[in-house]
Antibody, heavy 124, light 111 residues
Framework: QVQLQESGPGLVKPSETLSLTCSVS????????WSWIRQPPGRGLQWIGY???????SYNPSLTGRLILSVDTSKNQFSLQLSSVTAADTAVYYC??????????????????WGQGTLVTVSS | DIVMTQSPLSLPVTPGEPASISCRSS???????????LDWYVQKPGQSPQLLIY???NRASGVPDRFSGSGSGTDFTLKISRVEAEDVGVYYC????????FGQGTKLEIK
């Protein structure tokens, strides 16, 4: 059973960079898409972006310019860096794995595995 | 960006009764493959979200058959044929046609 675990500072100062790592166990990081989703306190889910194990990425347009996703296949980990943070970036951050399902020639990738989430607060 | 709008935002349901959640997108979710690119997730209290339905109507592994998804174009629906107490949570639709965006969530509670 694939398990994901987020790690990183729970408190980040405004204007600094938020950095989180997701460690994957129970399976290889190779061959899959990996994603970050966040949830501000008491609010809904927001898609951050995803990265393929090869390094190809797709970012939420609203975060492009501040966001970098990376992957380290040797450590079975992937990471998020979000720069110039403000209080609006305070949220529970989830890492997740997308699973491929085939429909004829189409490959579809819903989010099948989620980490437990980690709260990151932006405050001085 | 594709905007996703769910209704209702709050849904009190008596156990054993059916429930329905609507999800509308600001543009068609029809992919060139002919499929509609929409998923449903549920976040139960204190838990991470979990996949219910993918590509409009396909139940995820382990999801009871009382859950069903349907829709086309810009209108999609999640139906629960007979609500059980364990179904309490916030239900989200998410489009996957252009990057991904979630609806604002529908909170299902037991009457």
């Amino acid at each position: 059973q694939v398990q994901l675990q987020e790690s990183g500072p729970g408190l980040v100062k405004p204007s600094e960079t938020l950095s989180l790592t997701c460690s994957v166990s129970g399976g290889s990081i190779s061959g899959y898409y990996w994603s970050w989703i966040r949830q501000p306190p008491g609010r809904g889910l927001q898609w951050i972006g995803y990265i393929y194990y090869s390094g190809a990425t797709s970012y939420n347009p609203s975060l492009t310019g501040r966001l970098i996703l990376s992957v380290d296949t040797s450590k079975n980990q992937f990471s998020l860096q979000l720069s110039s943070v403000t209080a609006a970036d305070t949220a529970v951050y989830y890492c997740a794995r997308l699973t491929a399902y085939s429909f004829g020639s189409v490959r579809y990738h819903p989010i099948e595995y989620w980490g437990q989430g980690t709260l990151v607060t932006v405050s001085s | 960006d594709i905007v996703m709008t769910q209704s209702p935002l709050s849904l009190p349901v008596t156990p054993g009764e059916p429930a329905s959640i609507s999800c509308r997108s600001s543009q068609s979710l029809l992919h060139s493959s002919g499929y509609y690119y929409l998923d449903w997730y549920v976040q139960k209290p204190g838990q991470s979200p979990q996949l219910l339905i993918y590509m409009t109507s396909n139940r995820a592994s382990g999801v009871p058959d009382r859950f069903s998804g349907s829709g086309s174009g810009t209108d999609f629906t999640l139906k629960i044929s007979r609500v059980e107490a364990e179904d309490v949570g916030v239900y989200y639709c998410m489009q996957t046609l252009q990057t991904r965006t979630f609806g604002q969530g529908t909170k299902l509670e037991i009457k």
